[in-house]
């Protein structure tokens, strides 16, 4: 199975789920600081790794260097299953052990 097959983790739909929202509300792309402070996480580590599982599974593009740059290439109903579920908003999945 190629990684465009596996399922997202949870961190990586909180991630896709907060470009989408800010996208919404604001009419432009996130920077990386801005999904930080939405998903409410210490560092920009996190949203990087997310960011560049997304990148893998084909969910997001971006052009680096340039800010503001990032896509979401799949519409709500693309993409594979969500391993987890949804659990008081947030999603609940095997790797949720933090």
């Known amino acids: ?10 961190p990586q739909a909180e991630t896709l789920e907060a470009i989408r929202a800010f996208g919404r509300r604001h009419d432009y792309a996130p920077t990386v600081r ?10 920009t580590s996190s949203v990087q790794a997310a960011l560049l ?8 593009s971006w052009t680096r260097g340039q800010p503001r740059t990032l896509r979401v ?13 949804m659990l008081e ?9 933090r």
């Open 53 to 60: 599982g997304l990148r893998a599974a084909g969910a997001v």
């Open 89 to 97: 908003g947030r999603y609940q999945g095997p790797d949720n052990g």
């Open 1 to 10: 199975m190629d990684a465009q097959e596996e399922a997202l983790t949870w």
């Open 34 to 43: 801005d999904l930080q402070r939405a998903r409410g996480l210490k560092a």
């Open 73 to 85: 290439l799949w519409d709500q109903s693309q993409g594979p299953e969500l391993r987890g579920e």
